[in-house]
């Protein structure tokens, strides 16, 4: 598994307050198909968040961490029974873009405005 700086986890961070879930799990927890779409998803979009839904008897905390090291994911933030995890794409699965949290892609700073 990779290890972020605190200005990569910053970064990833803010690029997930926008997201939307893609992974739902429901009452019947972590199942084979979960971590399938999680992975598959994973693959598709580098950064992702799954929501523990309400019926869901898992403990938040222990659902992260298993999802995390199951996918070889990073879990970049957890609010509540939102997950945040970020893995990097496979070489051959990167388009153009370079991964905007890498120190090269720090987002530049807006002027202040009153």
């Known amino acids: 598994m990779q ?11 803010g690029r997930g307050h ?4 893609v992974v739902l799990v429901g009452h019947e927890g972590l199942t084979d198909a979960v ?4 992975d598959e998803a994973l693959l598709r979009h ?3 968040k799954v929501k ?3 019926n869901c008897a898992e403990d938040k905390d222990d ?3 298993a999802l995390s090291k199951k996918l070889k994911a990073v879990l970049v933030q957890r609010v509540g029974r939102t997950t945040l995890l970020w893995r990097e794409r496979p070489e051959e699965k990167k388009k153009k873009e370079k991964t905007p949290a890498r120190a090269s892609n720090r987002p530049t700073k807006k002027p202040r405005t009153r």
């Open 3 to 13: 290890v972020l700086s605190r200005k990569e986890i910053q970064a990833l961070r």
């Open 18 to 21: 926008k997201l939307k879930p």
């Open 35 to 38: 971590y399938k779409a999680a």
């Open 46 to 48: 580098e950064l992702i």
């Open 52 to 54: 523990l839904l309400q």
């Open 63 to 65: 659902a992260a961490v």
